[in-house]
């Protein structure tokens, strides 16, 4: 087992990473953790296994655990792939997940910031756990974010 591990942030490849940081920042609250990343060169290009890599972006400090918290890197390439259709299904990463007060305002308000929805709000008992109110959503570039509320018993 890997000792002294701690988590630190989670990578989001964007077609325009300052309209997708400005939707989490303005959304979910999220900050900007200077400085900007302009990045390019022989380590980045051994690093990713793409030839003149050049990837531009922000962290963005995650709402909830303070100034130490981990981040949400948002990164956008020179060159990118193709990306497929949004599914919650979809091996890999499947989606990022915030806690709200309000699930159905939380909604409306993604939407409202360009996002979409994907399925319908949920209410559900999760026997041991508790209940919990969710919906699945994306952010304006189609990745998938939940929307939760849990209510312990």
Not at 46 to 73: K, Q, S, V
Not at 107 to 131: L, N
Request: aromatic share 10%; charged share 25%; glycine share 10%.
């Amino acid at each position: 087992m890997v000792t002294n591990v701690k988590y630190v942030h989670t990578n989001l490849i964007a077609r325009d990473w300052k309209r997708l940081a400005e939707f989490y920042t303005r959304v979910f609250g999220c900050t900007l953790v200077p400085p900007e990343r302009d990045l390019s060169g022989r380590w980045l290009d051994d690093a990713t296994a793409i030839a003149h890599a050049h990837i531009r972006g922000a962290h963005l400090r995650l709402p909830g655990y303070g100034d130490a918290g981990p981040t949400l890197e948002i990164f956008q390439y020179d060159s990118e792939q193709e990306k497929p259709n949004t599914a919650v299904n979809r091996p890999g990463f499947g989606h990022l997940a915030f806690a709200v007060d309000d699930v159905d305002a939380a909604r409306d308000a993604v939407i409202a910031a360009g996002g979409r929805a994907v399925g319908k709000i949920v209410s559900v008992e999760i026997p041991g756990a508790g209940a919990i109110r969710f919906v699945y959503v994306t952010d304006p570039e189609g990745n998938v974010i939940e929307l939760q509320h849990w209510r312990k018993k």
